[in-house]
C-alpha cells in the first residue's frame, strides 16, 4: 500500500537556525514527489515537484532533494514567515493518485 | 485571479441535512480531485475526475458522498444526511494531464460544520 510518513511531526526552530524535514515513502510507481506549503485555514500552496532520484529544486530558502527512499526539504536561515505546514505528496504512476502525509508544522521563532 | 475557487467558504448545518459544494478548476485543466481534511492531517483523497469522467472513488466514502463533473467544467461535492464526523476542510484541486508535469493546485477550501 503507498504510504507517505514525514518527520518530525513539528519542529521549532529561531530565525537564521537552518534545518530539514523528512518524507519517507513507499509507492507502487512513483509519478512524482510533491512539497506543499499550507498555512492555517488555507488551501496547500504548490512548492515543488521532484520527478527522479537525484533531483533537486531551490526556491528562496528552501530546497528540495529526492531519493530513492525518502525526500528532503531543506530550510536555510528561515524567518518568521515561513512558519506553516509543510506536506509531502506522491502520485502513483498506475492510478495516478496523490497520496499524503500528514505534514510537519514549522515555528520559527524571531 | 484564475486560481482553483471553491464555494462556499464556510458551511454550518445541522446533522441529518444535505450539502453541497462546487468547485471551479483552473480552466485548462482536465483533472479535478476533490480531498477531505481534519485537523492535523493530510488531504485525504475522496474521489477524481479527468473532463466528466469520475475514474476513482475512494472507498473509505460511503454512499451519501456523491460528485459530479457536468460538461468537464466545475465540480459539485454533495453530502447527504450529514453526520458530526463529516465536520472537515473539503478541498478541490485540479491538474492537467498529458504535459509531463503534474503539479496539482488546490482552492482556498470549504469549511464544514455539522452540529
Known amino acids: 500500500e503507498d504510504q507517505v510518513t514525514q518527520s518530525p511531526e513539528a519542529l521549532r526552530l529561531q530565525e537564521g537556525e537552518s534545518s530539514s524535514l523528512n518524507c519517507s515513502y513507499t509507492?507502487?510507481?512513483?509519478?512524482?514527489l510533491f512539497w506543499y506549503r499550507q498555512d492555517p485555514g488555507k488551501g496547500p500552496e504548490f512548492l515543488f515537484t521532484?520527478?527522479?532520484a537525484g533531483e533537486e529544486k531551490e526556491k528562496e530558502r528552501l530546497k528540495a532533494t529526492l531519493t530513492k527512499k525518502e525526500s528532503f526539504l531543506h530550510i536555510t536561515a528561515p524567518k518568521p514567515e515561513d512558519s506553516a505546514t509543510y506536506l509531502c505528496?506522491?502520485?502513483?504512476?498506475?492510478?495516478?493518485?496523490?497520496?499524503f502525509g500528514t505534514g510537519t508544522r514549522l515555528k520559527v521563532l524571531a | 485571479d484564475t486560481g482553483v475557487s471553491q464555494d462556499p467558504r464556510h458551511k454550518i448545518t445541522k446533522r441529518g441535512q444535505n450539502v453541497t459544494f462546487r468547485c471551479d478548476p483552473i480552466?485548462?485543466?482536465?483533472?479535478l480531485y476533490w480531498y477531505r481534511q481534519t485537523l492535523g492531517q493530510g488531504p485525504e483523497f475522496l474521489t477524481y475526475?479527468?473532463?466528466?469522467?469520475?475514474?476513482?472513488k475512494s472507498r473509505l466514502l460511503s454512499d451519501r458522498f456523491s460528485a459530479e463533473r457536468p460538461k468537464g467544467s466545475f465540480s459539485t461535492l454533495e453530502i447527504q444526511r450529514t453526520e458530526q464526523g463529516d465536520s472537515a476542510m473539503y478541498l478541490c484541486?485540479?491538474?492537467?494531464?498529458?504535459?509531463?508535469?503534474?503539479?496539482?493546485?488546490f482552492g482556498p477550501g470549504t469549511r464544514l460544520t455539522v452540529t
Open positions: 484541486a485540479s491538474s492537467l494531464l498529458g504535459q509531463g508535469n503534474y503539479e496539482q493546485y
Open positions: 509507492v507502487s510507481g512513483l509519478r512524482g
Open positions: 521532484l520527478y527522479s
Open positions: 505528496a506522491v502520485l502513483n504512476s498506475g492510478t495516478y493518485k496523490y497520496i
Open positions: 480552466s485548462e485543466h482536465n483533472r
Open positions: 475526475f479527468q473532463n466528466e469522467a469520475q475514474l476513482e
